[in-house]
């Protein structure tokens, strides 16, 4: 039975903290957000309850691929994942096997990613940009556009990820800075201008082949 199946089917039945914390941990490894926000939720406000008897007005729907949990606007789909990076991501780092490198994912990084103009599609990518880095390729490296004296390179990857049943590509912007590796960005292909000069085949979750034009050099200093 599937997270939200079992979430939905606690609806007038009396539990306990422990097996609510066993489904949060379920739901935390299949990346169901909306079940994880709101399991967290009844434990966080009732912190000295050992059992539950849960009342679910409104039950979860399924959802195709990546977990959606419904959202007023886009507002508070930020506040949302936000709240989710503060508590799994910023401040952690990640090992980039292909460049055998640890990523630090800072406030900056997250927030520059979850920006104000960014649509509902990139922001529910935060949840799983450690999955989609870990099996990302590189397809640059090049200076900062910007000319930023503190970025010794920038690194462009690509992934892929599952959005209703359709694969997406999903750039990713990392940039190496003296002290580190930092996450600086996320987008998706389809919220660019298609000019590709590069073309992808996708199986499954996984990026097969990546054609690509010859690899920039790393700029050095």
């Known amino acids: 039975m599937s997270v939200v199946a079992t979430y939905n089917n606690l609806d007038g039945v ?3 903290r422990k097996e609510l914390e066993k489904l949060l941990s379920r739901a935390k490894k299949e990346h169901s957000s909306e079940v994880v926000h709101r399991l967290t939720k009844i434990l966080d406000n009732y912190p000295s309850f050992k059992y539950f008897k849960i009342n679910i007005k409104s039950k979860i729907k399924e959802d195709k691929g990546l977990g959606n949990p419904r959202f007023n606007d886009l507002q508070e789909a930020r506040k949302h994942y936000l709240d989710w990076a503060k508590k799994e991501l910023i401040g952690k780092d990640l090992g980039l096997r292909i460049l055998n490198k640890q990523i630090i ?3 900056d990084g997250v927030r520059h990613a979850l920006k104000k103009y960014a649509t509902f599609s990139r922001v529910r990518i935060i949840e799983r940009i450690k999955d989609l880095i870990n099996n990302a390729k590189i397809v640059s ?3 900062d556009k910007n000319k930023d004296k503190n970025v010794l390179n920038v690194y462009h990857l690509k992934s892929v990820i599952k959005f209703d049943n359709k694969d997406e590509i999903v750039n990713i912007i990392l940039k190496e800075k003296k002290n580190g590796l930092h996450y600086y960005d996320h987008y998706l292909d389809s919220e ?4 590709k000069k590069y073309t992808v085949t996708v199986q499954g979750n996984h990026l097969v082949t990546l ?3 010859v690899l920039k050099r790393m700029a050095t200093r």
Do not use: R
């Open 14 to 16: 009396k539990t306990s």
């Open 211 to 213: 054609h690509l034009p």
């Open 105 to 107: 994912f800072t406030s």
């Open 141 to 143: 490296v090049s200076e």
């Open 192 to 195: 660019i201008v298609k000019n």
